[in-house]
């Protein structure tokens, strides 16, 4: 069966950097994209971006740019998200979401979300 | 602001029919499909219905989405317990300056 799971909870001081892994397994990982998407505390989903598991391009949403770096290890089939320069805003839960396709966009939909990782910024 | 609309809450009493609406634009909902996903307290969000109206296996028959011009809904018949969760619908939207996927804000479903 098709599964995500990420890695734990993070505390991160503002200015610091964090690392969240989403590890697939029960599909082929470089099949399918994987997206990422973020969600504040006591707020909606918002779409970050999804980087190509074949390839390894990434695209970045508005709003997403510059600080936030998707990357794999296809090896370990793990898609990464990388944020830098944290700030108080940052804190939220990121969750993984495989792509229905190889691709993002239309009907490529969420078909298997990972469980979440909760990041908080905090001094 | 979420680019999709939704109502944030929506209520019924078990074994009612609730629909939750989901409004967009010609840009997203006007021209793709649209999606649902449901968040139980304290979860990952879960696909629902995808391509306006089809459900994965494992999605009960309660559960129904349609599409009408710039708007969607989705319809949950005899109302459970169970059923008492955030309601997300989605769409691709196809903007030139910016194509991405979209969401609405969520509506908080209440089962009284």
């Known amino acids: 069966q098709v599964q995500l799971v990420q890695s734990g909870s993070e505390l991160k001081k503002p200015g610091a950097s964090v690392k969240v892994s989403c590890k697939a397994s029960?599909?082929?990982?470089?099949?399918?994209?994987m997206n990422w998407v973020r969600q504040a505390p006591g707020q909606g989903l918002e779409w970050m971006g999804w980087?190509?598991?074949?390839?390894?391009?990434?695209t970045y949403a508005q709003g997403f740019t510059g600080r936030f770096v998707f990357s794999l290890d296809t090896s370990v089939s793990t898609a990464y998200l990388q944020i830098s320069s944290l700030k108080a805003e940052d804190t939220a839960v990121y969750y993984c979401?495989?792509?229905?396709?190889?691709?993002?966009?239309?009907?490529?939909?969420?078909?298997?979300w990972g469980q979440g990782t909760l990041v908080t910024v905090s001094s | 602001q979420s680019v999709l609309t939704q109502p944030p809450s929506a209520s019924g009493t078990p074994g009612q029919r609730v629909t939750i609406s989901c409004s967009g634009s010609?840009?997203?909902?006007?021209?793709?499909?649209v999606y649902w996903y449901q968040q139980l307290p304290g979860t990952a969000p879960k696909l629902l219905i995808y391509?306006?109206?089809q459900r994965p296996s494992g999605v009960p028959d309660r559960f129904s989405g349609s599409k009408s011009g710039t708007s969607a809904s989705l319809a949950i018949s005899g109302l459970r317990s169970e059923d008492e969760a955030d309601y997300y619908c989605?769409?691709?939207?196809?903007?030139?300056?910016?194509?991405?996927?979209?969401f609405g804000g969520g509506t908080k479903l209440t089962v009284l």
């Open positions: 979401a495989r792509g229905s396709t190889g691709y993002s966009g239309y009907d490529a939909y969420f078909d298997y």
């Open positions: 029960g599909y082929t990982f470089t099949s399918y994209a």
């Open positions: 980087i190509n598991t074949n390839t390894g391009n990434p």
């Open positions: 010609s840009s997203n909902i006007g021209s793709n499909y």
């Open positions: 391509r306006n109206n």
């Open positions: 989605a769409a691709w939207d196809d903007s030139l300056s910016a194509p991405s996927w979209v």
